[in-house]
């Protein structure tokens, strides 16, 4: 209990960041066009300056990473699969089947994954949670999308994925700090200086919108809810505890701390964001962010200790 409690104390400033959006979310100050505000700038800004830090600052050669994103490449793309056999299992349709395309696809490594890999770990894991953050988005926006638009029996445009792609700004930080890393340009000292006062101030900013998002949601009948527990707990620990036990047994060489931990966070906001752009079951995805981030609360300080 004791271990737990530490593990808990240590992402507890994170979800209190978030309960402080919760309740301002209920105030008369709130307006709902701050959350598309603060995620804009998170996604445009914040994250882009940590991930460009983090890069510039990597004193580890690039191979290194090759089994990390491998292993975690195999690991959604799987994750991706599964919506299959689970739709064909509990006889889901199409909309539903494609709503589970991207609810198993993305956890959310980005907003919440790489400031709890920090409290945890410290900084040694900047890098490594960047290039995890980077091989999700990179399958959400290829495997998934596509799967999602040709079940939709739309006409899949090469030109649209890669153009989807190339204008996401993490992907995009990603390949210039990796060509900085690679080249050996010196970044200058007040450039580098510029960057972490941004990249500082993302992880507040982040969390804080995911909370006015969280407060801001209706309830609705709690009916509705049972599927998305359900959901959750296996988002949230039954497949990344598979996915841990394949690792510990198959002994990569790279520290599996940081992979498992990302496996397991909660469902993050850009799935549901292509649900309401598909028109599938937004009403879903919404819920699974929801109480998936609601319940990582406990989930989160528990694999804390697995992984110890």
């Not at 209990?1 to 960041?17: G, H, N």
């Not at 800004?45 to 991930?51: K, N, Q, R």
């Not at 390949?175 to 500082?200: Q, R, T, W, Y």
């Not at 296996?234 to 394949?246: A, E």
């Amino acid at each position: 209990m004791q271990s737990y409690w530490l593990s808990f104390s240590t992402i507890a400033p994170l979800f209190l960041v978030i309960l402080g959006g919760i309740i301002f979310s209920r105030t008369k100050v709130f307006r709902k066009e701050w959350i598309a505000v603060l995620n804009d700038y998170a996604l445009w800004i914040g994250f882009p300056a940590l991930i460009l830090v983090a890069l510039i600052k990597l004193d580890v050669h690039l191979s290194s990473f090759s089994q990390l994103l491998i292993w975690n490449s195999a690991y959604i793309v799987f994750c991706i699969l599964l919506a299959f056999p689970f739709s064909w299992l509990f006889k889901l349709n199409n909309e539903n089947l494609r709503t589970l395309v991207l609810a198993f696809s993305f956890g959310n490594v980005a907003y919440l994954g790489i400031p709890v890999l920090l409290n945890f770990y410290g900084q040694s894991v900047l890098a490594e949670s960047t290039m995890l953050s980077a091989v999700y988005l990179f399958w959400l926006f290829t495997l998934a999308i596509v799967l999602v638009e040709v079940l939709g029996s739309r006409q899949v445009k090469f030109t649209g994925v890669v153009y989807s792609l190339l204008k996401n700004p993490l992907l995009l930080a990603v390949f210039a700090g990796v060509a900085i890393s690679l080249s050996g340009v010196k970044v200058p000292e007040m450039v580098f200086k510029s960057l972490d006062l941004f990249s500082s101030s993302v992880t507040a900013v982040v969390l804080f919108s995911l909370g006015l998002f969280l407060g801001s949601h209706p309830l609705g009948d709690f009916k509705e809810w049972l599927p998305v527990f359900g959901f959750s707990v296996l988002i949230l620990l039954v497949i990344p505890y598979g996915y841990f036990l394949t690792i510990k047994f198959t002994a990569p060489t790279f520290d599996l701390r940081s992979s498992v931990l990302d496996a397991a966070m909660p469902m993050g906001l850009t799935p549901y964001v292509l649900a309401v752009k598909y028109k599938l079951n937004a009403s879903f995805a919404s819920r699974v962010v929801v109480l998936s981030t609601l319940l990582a609360v406990f989930t989160i300080p528990l694999w804390s200790i697995v992984l110890a």
